[in-house]
């Protein structure tokens, strides 16, 4: 898998950076395939850097705060009114409420909402769901709204993501899963693990403060 850091600006976004956007990335089946964890304030500019938004698989949110999930309003113009034509509706995973909340946000009606441009899916705790090689099992975390922390895994890589939630309830701590709170402009940490094959030290986390960072493991 590949992961290029779009934004890491918790709350708001900065000067140098969006509220939080991660794209991840991995070959398969002579394609590659992409998903977006997280679209907050400011993302989807910084996302066009790295990717053509037309050729995302998926957008992953964690939870409804703006930070983390406002820029689907741009999204939705950019794929209803694309020079292209009007898109297939992009599968979008969130808690429960969030085709209501984003129609909300753009002042829409909520039936249609964004139904049109999005299929909007609800996370069940625990209950993986699939996007092409991608495996994604959301996690109930701690936060003041519902939350997830997400397991992603492919070809044998795996990826948590905690967007800025706190501690896990039903899960122990484990060196594939962090679930601390992070301090302003580290609003999201992960820790990537290769096959347990390569070697005893395979699990190194990576502290995802630096727009632009890219990696791959």
Do not use: N
């Not at 600006?9 to 964890?37: F, I, K, M, N, Q």
């Not at 995973?93 to 829409?108: I, K, S, V």
């Amino acid at each position: 898998m590949r992961l290029t850091v779009i934004g890491c600006s918790g709350s708001y976004p900065g000067p140098d950076s969006p509220a939080s956007c991660y794209l991840v990335e991995t070959e398969h089946a002579g394609r590659t395939w992409r998903v977006v964890l997280d679209l907050g304030s400011g993302a989807l500019g910084a996302l066009q850097r790295y990717v053509d938004p037309l050729d995302v698989d998926a957008v992953l949110l964690s939870h409804l705060h703006a930070d983390h999930c406002l820029d689907l309003c741009g999204y939705y113009v950019l794929r209803k009114y694309h020079p292209a034509g009007s898109q297939a509706p992009l599968p979008v995973y969130g808690p429960r409420g969030t085709a209501a909340r984003m129609a909300r946000a753009y002042d829409l009606p909520e039936d249609p909402g964004m139904s049109l441009e999005f299929d909007f899916r609800s996370w069940a705790p625990g209950e993986p769901v699939r996007v092409g090689p991608f495996t994604v099992q959301p996690i109930r975390v701690e936060h003041p709204v519902e939350a997830y922390g997400l397991r992603i895994s492919a070809g044998g890589s795996l990826l948590a993501y905690t967007g800025d939630s706190g501690r896990c309830a039903s899960s122990r701590p484990s060196p594939e899963v962090l679930t601390s709170c992070w301090p302003r402009r580290r609003s999201a940490t992960a820790t990537r693990t290769r096959p347990a094959s390569t070697s005893p030290a395979a699990t190194a986390a990576a502290w995802l403060a630096t727009p632009g960072w890219r990696g791959s493991w």
